[in-house]
T-cell receptor
Framework: EPEVTQTPSHQVTQMGQEVILRCVPI?????FYWYRQILGQKVEFLVS????????KSEIFDDQFSVERPDGSNFTLKIRSTKLEDSAMYFC??????????????FGDGTRLSIL | DQQVKQNSPSLSVQEGRISILNCDYT??????FLWYKKYPAEGPTFLIS?????DKNEDGRFTVFLNKSAKHLSLHIVPSQPGDSAVYFC??????????????FGSGTKLNVKP
């Protein structure tokens, strides 16, 4: 069964450094998402992306965050200048939906980001 | 922003018995609801969903019930198996406008099925 893949599984970065988290969504999916889960807390929406542009973003997704689909397969989340509070699990998800809105999002296994 | 709430952080059930996980929501515009299961070190896995035109959806051992007037949904697992031990998240979205792209998650309930 096709799945969303994320790399790396664990990223350790010094505070202030830039980090790029990578995702390969399911190939025929059109909508892409990033979520994060701080340890012990709920899964939080960051951003959704469709047709090569951001369709919605949360208040968490400030100017230090950006997303990109540089080619036909990868979907990346960049954090420009990492802070200690950026330490979390980051999940990528994708969704097929074209006309049918009631379809689930499919998640990757996440990247654990540790900021030192 | 607690539009989706799971008030029980954990639940322990004997193998073979029924597990009932509950979820409440506050936004009356939500019309699509999902349950995800999450094992440690893995991403959430889609389990079952229901749209607001129904009040019940069944898939094997899993049944989701929706009570729109109470803004409440529940997931029933019968019979429960040790492999069902995981964290269960409910999620909701609205098909109106552009919000169908955004899922709101509850904080999760950790289910432990004892052999």
């Amino acid at each position: 069964e096709p799945e969303v893949t994320q790399t790396p599984s664990h990223q350790v970065t010094q505070m202030g450094q830039e980090v790029i988290l990578r995702c390969v969504p399911i190939s025929n999916h059109l909508y892409f998402y990033w979520y994060r889960q701080i340890l012990g807390q709920k899964v939080e929406f960051l951003v959704s992306f469709y047709n090569n542009e951001i369709s919605e973003k949360s208040e968490i997704f400030d100017d230090q965050f950006s997303v990109e689909r540089p080619d036909g397969s990868n979907f990346t989340l960049k954090i420009r200048s990492t802070k200690l509070e950026d330490s979390a699990m980051y999940f990528c998800a994708s969704r097929r939906t074209v006309n049918k809105r009631d379809q689930p999002q499919h998640f990757g296994d996440g990247t654990r980001l540790s900021i030192l | 922003d607690q539009q989706v709430k799971q008030n029980s952080p954990s639940l322990s059930v004997q193998e073979g018995r029924i597990s009932i996980l509950n979820c409440d929501y506050t936004n009356s515009m939500f019309d699509y609801f999902l349950w995800y299961k999450k094992y440690p070190a893995e991403g959430p896995t889609f389990l079952i969903s229901i749209s607001s035109i129904k009040d019940k959806n069944e898939d094997g051992r899993f049944t989701v019930f929706l009570n729109k007037s109470a803004k409440h949904l529940s997931l029933h697992i019968v019979p429960s198996q040790p492999g069902d031990s995981a964290v269960y998240f409910c999620a909701a979205s609205s098909s109106l406008g552009d919000n169908f792209n955004k899922f709101y998650f509850g904080s999760g309930t950790k289910l432990n099925v004892k052999p």
